[in-house]
Antibody, heavy 119, light 112 residues
Framework: QIQLVQSGPELKKPGESVKISCKAS????????MHWVKQAPGKGLKWMGW????????TYADDFKGRFVFSLEASASTANLQISNLKNEDTATYFC????????????WGPGTMVTVSS | DVLMTQTPVSLPVSLGGQVSISCRSS???????????LHWYLQKPGQSPQLLIY???NRFSGVPDRFSGSGSGTDFTLKISRVEPEDLGVYYC?????????FGAGTKLELK
């Protein structure tokens, strides 16, 4: 069955970096794009961007340009999100979500990775 | 960015009842290919969102027919009939017609 398994919670200090992984199984990884969605505590969902799992090309929403990097370990069917120079406002749960063409929706989601930034 | 306005913010319901959630977009969600990419998700407490309805009115695999979606252009509605305990949580609409993709702020369905 299709699964997206994300790495565990992280506690970081401001200015540090974090890398979150999303390992896919149950389907051909390179056939579906992977998107990332942020959810701050008690808040709604915000789309961050996506990575083409075939070419490795990332696309970022404007609010996530600069400190955020999407990458792949395609041989391991894994997508990664790295956030550098962490700020308090990066405290959130980060979800990876599989994108389905041609219907353009997210059909499977990871369980989320909680990142807490605190001094 | 396309602003997605969901109402109400909170929706008290009795089990077995029927409810409607509205989602309005700041611009038309009809894509140049003629399709409308408006979808509905439910996020239960402590879980990731799950897809209910895609492209306005299509139920995703395994979603009961108590859930129905309708609308066009900028005005969309999710209806839930015969509400069951597992329907409780926060409902989000998502538009994927225009970059950046945007979600509504959510509607919390809770027991009266």
């Amino acid at each position: 069955q299709i699964q997206l398994v994300q790495s565990g919670p992280e506690l970081k200090k401001p200015g540090e970096s974090v890398k979150i992984s999303c390992k896919a199984s149950g389907y051909t990884f390179t056939d579906y794009a992977m998107h990332w969605v942020k959810q701050a505590p008690g808040k709604g969902l915000k789309w961050m961007g996506w990575i083409n799992t075939y070419t490795g090309k990332p696309t970022y929403a404007d609010d996530f340009k600069g400190r955020f990097v999407f990458s792949l370990e395609a041989s391991a069917s894994t997508a990664n999100l790295q956030i550098s120079n962490l700020k308090n406002e990066d405290t959130a749960t980060y979800f990876c979500a599989r994108w389905t063409d041609p219907y353009w929706y997210f059909d499977f989601w990871g369980p989320g990775t909680m990142v807490t930034v605190s001094s | 960015d396309v602003l997605m306005t969901q109402t109400p913010v909170s929706l008290p319901v009795s089990l077995g009842g029927q409810v409607s959630i509205s989602c309005r977009s700041s611009q038309s969600l009809v894509h140049s290919d003629g399709n409308t990419y408006l979808h509905w998700y439910l996020q239960k407490p402590g879980q990731s969102p799950q897809l209910l309805i895609y492209r306005v009115s299509n139920r995703f695999s395994g979603v009961p027919d108590r859930f129905s979606g309708s609308g066009s252009g900028t005005d969309f509605t999710l209806k839930i009939s015969r509400v069951e305990p597992e329907d409780l949580g926060v409902y989000y609409c998502l538009q994927s017609t225009h970059f950046p993709y945007t979600f509504g702020a959510g509607t919390k369905l809770e027991l009266k």
